[in-house]
């Protein structure tokens, strides 16, 4: 049995850590446009959370979208299977990149795949 709920764990503060990192160029940005500051502190939680995602780039959006589908996994016990093959991924993958949707064999094909469309 894979340790869902340690995953679970790390997901989401892997999920915290990137939405951080987008809250503090926020914060430098009000720094310098301090006159914004208290029309930016009505708006609504969810609305932040989307400037906030404006605000992370491509690959952070990536990741966070990628935790999002292993988290909805999670749920739905289909965590741990490759989402190409069906194959069981190996947790020792799973630990060291909790939100990967593909076993090593699929993931290569993709890379390779990848490369060879450049
Ligand atoms: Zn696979």
């Given at each position: 049995?894979?340790?869902?709920?340690?995953?679970?764990?790390?997901?989401?503060?892997?999920?915290?850590?990137?939405?951080?990192?987008?809250?503090?160029?926020e914060?430098?940005?009000?720094?310098?446009?301090?006159d914004?500051?208290?029309?930016v502190?009505?708006?609504?939680?969810e609305?932040?959370?989307?400037q906030?995602?404006?605000r992370?780039?491509?690959?952070?959006?990536?990741?966070?979208?990628?935790?999002?589908?292993?988290?909805?996994?999670?749920?739905?016990?289909q965590?741990?299977?490759?989402?190409?093959?069906?194959?069981?991924i190996?947790?020792?993958?799973?630990?060291a990149?909790?939100?990967?949707?593909?076993c090593?064999?699929?993931?290569?094909?993709?890379?390779?795949?990848a490369?060879?469309?450049?």
């Amino acid at each position: 049995m894979l340790p869902v709920d340690d995953i679970r764990k790390k997901l989401l503060t892997q999920r915290r850590d990137l939405f951080r990192q987008a809250a503090q160029t926020e914060e430098e940005l009000l720094w310098f446009q301090s006159d914004i500051e208290s029309e930016v502190e009505e708006r609504g939680q969810e609305e932040r959370m989307v400037q906030l995602l404006d605000r992370l780039d491509e690959r952070m959006k990536a990741e966070i979208e990628a935790i999002d589908r292993a988290l909805v996994r999670i749920d739905t016990g289909q965590y741990g299977r490759c989402e190409q093959c069906g194959k069981a991924i190996p947790q020792s993958r799973l630990e060291a990149l909790p939100a990967a949707a593909l076993c090593m064999a699929c993931a290569q094909t993709g890379e390779k795949q990848a490369l060879l469309r450049k």
